[in-house]
């Protein structure tokens, strides 16, 4: 079984900044794109950023683009999340995905792996 684990949420202030972290069980995953979705109650789940296999494309919703930066490390089966100039209206659960293809998608349901999701709250 596929396991996807997040670490580095937590409680900033506004304009601080957080790292994310997401370490994949499987190596195969140097070959597929990876995700970073988030998402508050009430609300559907939101892309945030994706990266492609090799790391050579990366793609950002409107409202994190400039402040985020996904990255990752094939050696190590892990992705990360660099979070800066945060604001209040990024809190929310953030969870790491990943598909089984190296083919980029804005869309939750076309990731097949997630991680369990770690609280990200940033206070005004």
């Known amino acids: 079984q596929v396991q996807l684990v997040e670490s580095g949420g937590g409680l900033v202030q506004a304009g601080g900044s957080l790292r994310l972290s997401c370490a994949a069980s499987?190596?195969?995953?140097?070959?597929?794109?990876m995700g970073w979705f988030r998402q508050v109650p009430g609300k559907e789940r939101e892309f945030v950023a994706a990266?492609?296999?090799?790391?050579?494309?990366?793609y950002y919703a409107d409202s994190v683009k400039g402040r985020f930066t996904i990255s990752r490390d094939n050696a190590k089966n892990t992705e990360f999340l660099q979070m800066n100039s945060l604001k209040p209206e990024d809190t929310a659960v953030y969870y790491c995905?990943?598909?089984?293809?190296?083919?980029?998608?804005?869309?939750?349901?076309?990731?097949?792996?997630w991680g369990q999701g770690t609280q990200v709250t940033v206070s005004s």
């Open positions: 990266i492609s296999g090799s790391g050579g494309s990366t």
């Open positions: 995905a990943a598909r089984k293809f190296n083919t980029v998608s804005y869309s939750a349901n076309l990731y097949s792996y």
């Open positions: 499987e190596r195969t995953f140097s070959s597929s794109v």
